[in-house]
């Protein structure tokens, strides 16, 4: 018979964790790796189970160091959940009906849930995340914050979500990016190789706000799609800018910056209108104003 261990990885969450623990009532065993929490987690966590491991905590490890607790499952099916997360009622009922053993794994669609909204569109729905998995066919393989988990095998796809309780503020967002997705994205660039580039500070950031805005339609979102867009650009400028540091922030004179400004601008100018164009296309319900549309994009 299939049975589930869930594996929740925590530090100083007592705000989430009963939600996240209590969700879990379906799986056979709960298995809590602190680290190094300094709050009331581990008390409330003993709440719902007993199995509570500690572990120091290395912020730019933050996934690898989940295979911890993976060691320390019992059963044949791991479920891997953050504190921040909450399994549905629906999707507790789908994995018991649908692990089988044709797959070593599954993906589940993760609804995030930033500053109190549903953020349907922008990159961050479905968000698809391998999360259950046979034991011994999945692990965390790279330090870089945020890779995915690497499984042995094959895997399938699951319909009902897991729902995460991103960012509850602006504060929270910077605080995580600075402190451990800036340095392990810039640290990640240079291990493959990347070689700094001044126009990527200008670059980055834009190709992010209108991946995120437009080719991911972040304007459905309205206002939050925007915020979104241009914080995940904030994001990205930090990023490169954290590598030029690395760099011993080499400098370039006021002709060359100028230089760089003017070129990439003007590159940028070309690329907002496209998508500001290919909007209207979309939009227009006038075949008349299409093909207008559709001529003025060819020329930008």
């Known amino acids: 018979m299939n049975k589930i261990s869930a594996v929740v990885s925590v530090f100083n969450e007592e705000k989430k964790i009963e939600k996240c623990l209590r969700s879990l009532a379906f799986a056979d065993e709960i298995i809590v790796i602190d680290n190094g929490s300094t709050d009331r987690t ?9 199995k509570i491991f500690s572990q120091e905590n290395d912020l730019l490890k933050i996934d690898i160091q989940k295979n911890f607790g993976f ?8 479920l891997s959940i953050d504190a921040d ?41 479905p968000d698809f995340q391998l999360r259950l998995f046979r034991k011994g066919k999945g692990s965390f393989t790279k330090s870089h914050v945020h890779e995915s988990l690497s499984l042995n095998g094959k895997a399938d796809y699951l319909k009902n979500e897991l729902i995460h309780y991103n960012y509850d503020s602006v504060s929270q967002f910077f605080q995580k990016a600075i402190n451990v997705y800036i340095p392990s994205e810039a640290k990640n660039y240079l291990d493959k190789g ?6 990527d500070v200008i670059r980055f950031p834009l190709k992010e706000f209108l991946s995120r805005f437009f080719l991911r339609k972040g304007y459905k979102d309205g206002f939050y799609g925007l915020v979104l867009a241009m914080l995940m650009a904030f994001y990205h400028f930090l990023v490169f800018v954290n590598i030029w540091e690395l760099n011993k922030f080499k400098d370039l004179n006021e002709e060359q ?3 760089l400004i ?30 207008i549309y559709k001529s003025l994009g060819k020329i930008l």
């Open 42 to 50: 581990v008390e409330l966590a003993k709440k719902f189970t007993d």
């Open 71 to 78: 060691e320390k499952a019992t059963y044949n099916w791991i």
């Open 85 to 125: 997360e909450e399994v549905s009622s629906k999707l507790a009922e789908e994995i018991k009906e649908k692990i089988e053993n044709s797959v070593n794994g599954y993906y589940i669609p993760r609804k995030n849930i930033i500053f109190g909204k549903w953020i349907r569109h922008s990159g961050w729905y």
């Open 194 to 199: 990347y070689i700094f580039s001044y126009a």
């Open 257 to 259: 910056t100028q230089k």
């Open 262 to 291: 003017k070129k990439e601008f003007s590159r940028s100018k070309k690329e907002l209108s496209f998508w500001f164009t290919k909007e209207k296309i979309d939009k227009s319900n006038n075949p008349l104003k299409k093909a």
